[in-house]
């Protein structure tokens, strides 16, 4: 089955503690991103991937690093939490280069807090 | 970033259409999405629109772009309690981009 899988799905850590939400998909997709999701924000792009060893910034990426050493893996790494990263996070992928609907897959998302 | 907006919440009666509107600033937009989100679930496409279109229309739904305006609207007819989630619209600026720009969303709550 194609799909975008996350783990942990529910996280509760403290201040200062570092952590991975790691993110696989099995579609051979190029294009991998990292977005939270906060009460009346919608969805904030954290950081993007267009390629294997390609990482980009998206509009929110202050206390988050990512690494995509393998084209299926995307991990979102937090060196040292806060509570304002509190928040759901999803992970996307899309076929890159895809004229028409650039239509991205979710995961099924990660509820992280931090205390 | 752009904006795009929408409104929080709407609320209507099993059987009845439901419109959802979303309004965005960028004018290079081109392409322009509806995600649906149900409780605990990750966001799926519904549908999409090209900037050259003005609706489209697919089974219960129906899309209508007014690029003049910059006003994107998603109607359900026969609105079901199974269509209670939330509604992202969202826009991207051309085909295979960086990134897609979301709205708040718009939880809809259909009442049996």
């Known amino acids: 089955e194609a799909q975008v899988t996350q783990n942990p799905r529910y996280l509760i850590t403290v201040t200062g503690k570092k952590l991975t939400v790691t993110c696989s998909q099995n579609?051979?997709?190029?294009?991998m991103s990292w977005y939270r999701q906060d009460p009346g924000l919608g969805l904030r792009q954290i950081y993007y991937?267009?390629?294997?060893?390609?990482?980009d910034k998206g509009d929110v990426p202050e206390g988050y690093k990512v690494s995509r050493k393998e084209k299926r893996n995307f991990p979102l790494i937090l060196e040292s939490p806060s509570p304002n990263q509190t928040s759901l996070y999803f992970c996307?992928?899309?076929?890159?280069?895809?004229?028409?609907?650039?239509?991205?897959?979710f995961g099924p998302g990660t509820r992280l807090t931090v205390t | 970033g752009e904006d795009v907006e929408q409104s929080l919440f709407l609320s209507v009666r099993e059987g009845d259409s439901s419109v959802i509107n979303c309004t965005y600033t960028?004018?290079?937009?081109?392409?322009l999405y509806w995600y649906k989100q149900e409780p605990g679930a990750g966001l799926q496409l519904l549908t999409y629109i090209f900037s050259n279109m003005d609706m489209k229309q697919d089974q219960r739904l129906t899309v209508l772009l007014n690029k003049k305006d910059k006003h994107l609207s998603l109607r359900i007819a026969d609105t079901q309690t199974g269509d209670s989630a939330i509604y992202f619209c969202a826009e991207s600026q051309q085909t295979g981009a960086n990134n897609l720009f979301f709205g708040t969303g718009t939880r809809l709550t259909v009442i049996p």
């Open positions: 960028d004018s290079s937009s081109t392409y």
């Open positions: 579609m051979n997709h190029e294009y």
């Open positions: 996307a992928s899309s076929p890159q280069g895809l004229a028409g609907t650039y239509e991205q897959y």
């Open positions: 991937s267009m390629n294997v060893e390609v990482t």
